[in-house]
């Protein structure tokens, strides 16, 4: 007698239907297309070596980061979609967008502001290193940098623990 799973069933047929789509789009793609498509579809995975980032007295996980060469403390936030950063955090990085760059909005807990697109170089913490890392940078209303998941969405994985915060390059 053979038992199915049937949420195991749902998840092999999802995967099943998504490797086929994706094997007939990469079939119409000639060579040079293909190529490209290879080089952008997914963003270069994190360098270097584990990281450990340490749970602070206040129960939060505290990066202390490198930007682009420069340190700056942020908090790891795994509901944060992006690396965003504080006005102040960003000019110390030499990021300052014009007024008029702040097209997007944000839903902070101070409610909804205006936020900047901008590319970062790379973001380290501890030895664990991301390229080329998509962030914001937030017009008002944020207290604290915060490093989301455009930065552990790259890494291999990342592990909470009572003590601390394992980044996996």
Known sequence: MIRVDVQSAVVLGVALTLSCATALALRQLDGAGLAQAAA????????????????????????????????????????????????????????????????????????????????????TVAGARVADVEALVVEDGLTQSLLGMSYLGRLSGFEATREGLTLRP
């Open 40 to 123: 952008t579809a997914l963003p270069v995975r994190a360098e270097g070596v584990p990281a450990q980032v340490l749970r602070g007295d206040d129960g939060h996980y505290w990066a202390e980061a490198r930007i682009d060469g420069h340190a700056v403390r942020l908090l790891v936030d795994t509901g944060a979609s992006v690396v965003a950063l504080t006005r102040e955090d960003a000019r110390r990085l030499g990021v300052d967008p014009a007024d008029a760059a702040f097209t997007g909005e944000v839903r902070t807990a101070s409610g909804v502001v205006r936020a900047a697109p901008v590319r970062l170089s790379a973001v």
